[in-house]
């Protein structure tokens, strides 16, 4: 009997020893993910118009299922949209080009790279391009992203908003803790700025900047909507080329390296805390 009952603490241990392994798996995944603008594969935004549709390609998330996406979509120059309703509320920042976004019989008001607007659920509009090369970010809380007729309208109690690039108000390293690194600043776009709040922020670089950003939040994306930056970290092997349209996240805390010869604009989405330094 003796022999019995040391064999069975030794099967029991053995037995745990899977069991025990597993977190050790889980904190190899990688917290960090990274998309090229480059390596983006396009598709249609409403795919029953085919090419009369914009293109459309899911940075993050899925739009045709019930979760938050950030996209990119782009319009050919004279693109009009007809009126039309979304069943879910978008905020859009443009990259390139010139768009309007508004009801249907209002006087075109053409937003430049850097403008922001937000188009409620059931809001009548249209959109329009009027450049050579247009192309948005597109963000969604929840989907599917779906387009609909304007027979179909209704109130959800949100109102619109078309902030042009030249109205943004932007606030320095000497206003903001979480910006240090000399020729930084920052414009809030929606949301609440507070750590486990989602919010939206335009971060913009200086040239010739090289620095960290350290996030620590459950979520972490950001585009590149003007510029270009040359991006590391410990994740990655050697440095990654992101031009404008390009898209990087983590989850935790989790450094990300930038440097930009010319500067630029970032797009911030985090539900946590995040610090801009230099070298």
């Given at each position: 009997?003796?022999?019995?009952?040391?064999?069975?603490?030794?099967?029991?241990?053995?037995?745990?020893?899977?069991?025990?392994a597993?977190?050790?798996?889980?904190?190899?995944e990688?917290?960090?993910?990274?998309?090229?603008?480059?390596?983006?594969?396009?598709?249609?935004?409403?795919?029953?118009?085919?090419?009369?549709?914009?293109?459309?390609?899911?940075?993050?998330?899925?739009?045709?299922?019930?979760?938050?996406?950030?996209?990119?979509?782009?319009?050919?120059?004279?693109?009009?949209?007809?009126?039309?309703?979304?069943?879910?509320?978008?905020?859009?920042?443009?990259?390139?080009?010139?768009?309007?976004?508004?009801?249907?019989?209002?006087?075109?008001?053409?937003?430049?790279k850097?403008?922001?607007?937000?188009?409620?659920?059931?809001?009548?509009?249209?959109?329009?391009?009027?450049?050579?090369?247009?192309?948005?970010?597109?963000?969604?809380?929840?989907?599917?992203?779906?387009?609909?007729?304007?027979?179909?309208?209704?109130?959800?109690?949100?109102?619109?908003?078309?902030?042009?690039?030249?109205?943004?108000?932007?606030?320095?390293?000497?206003?903001?803790?979480?910006?240090?690194?000399?020729?930084?600043?920052?414009?809030?776009l929606?949301?609440?700025?507070?750590?486990?709040?989602?919010?939206?922020?335009?971060?913009?670089?200086p040239?010739?900047?090289?620095?960290?950003?350290?996030?620590?939040?459950?979520?972490?994306r950001?585009?590149?909507?003007?510029?270009?930056?040359?991006?590391?970290?410990?994740?990655?092997?050697?440095?990654s080329?992101?031009?404008?349209?390009?898209?990087?996240?983590?989850?935790?805390?989790?450094?990300?390296?930038?440097?930009?010869?010319?500067?630029?604009?970032?797009?911030?989405?985090?539900?946590?805390?995040?610090?801009?330094?230099?070298?």
């Amino acid at each position: 009997m003796q022999q019995t009952t040391r064999l069975i603490p030794l099967a029991l241990a053995l037995l745990a020893a899977p069991m025990l392994a597993a977190p050790l798996l889980a904190a190899d995944e990688p917290r960090s993910e990274v998309v090229a603008a480059d390596d983006i594969q396009w598709g249609y935004l409403n795919p029953l118009r085919g090419k009369l549709s914009p293109g459309a390609a899911d940075l993050w998330g899925d739009r045709t299922t019930d979760s938050a996406t950030g996209m990119l979509v782009r319009f050919n120059k004279g693109f009009a949209s007809p009126p039309h309703i979304h069943n879910i509320t978008y905020r859009g920042v443009v990259i390139e080009g010139l768009m309007h976004n508004d009801d249907p019989d209002a006087r075109r008001m053409w937003m430049p790279k850097g403008s922001f607007w937000t188009q409620p659920a059931g809001e009548d509009h249209i959109t329009a391009a009027n450049a050579e090369h247009n192309l948005i970010y597109l963000e969604i809380d929840s989907g599917p992203y779906l387009v609909q007729p304007s027979s179909e309208q209704f109130d959800n109690g949100e109102r619109p908003l078309n902030l042009h690039a030249n109205n943004l108000v932007w606030v320095d390293q000497a206003q903001r803790p979480e910006l240090d690194a000399e020729g930084t600043a920052l414009a809030e776009l929606w949301g609440d700025p507070s750590p486990g709040a989602m919010g939206g922020t335009l971060i913009r670089l200086p040239a010739g900047f090289q620095g960290r950003l350290v996030a620590d939040a459950e979520e972490f994306r950001a585009v590149v909507i003007q510029g270009s930056l040359s991006y590391r970290s410990a994740e990655r092997d050697g440095a990654s080329a992101l031009g404008a349209g390009s898209y990087f996240g983590s989850r935790g805390a989790f450094e990300h390296q930038l440097a930009s010869e010319q500067g630029g604009l970032i797009y911030l989405r985090t539900d946590g805390t995040y610090r801009l330094s230099s070298n």
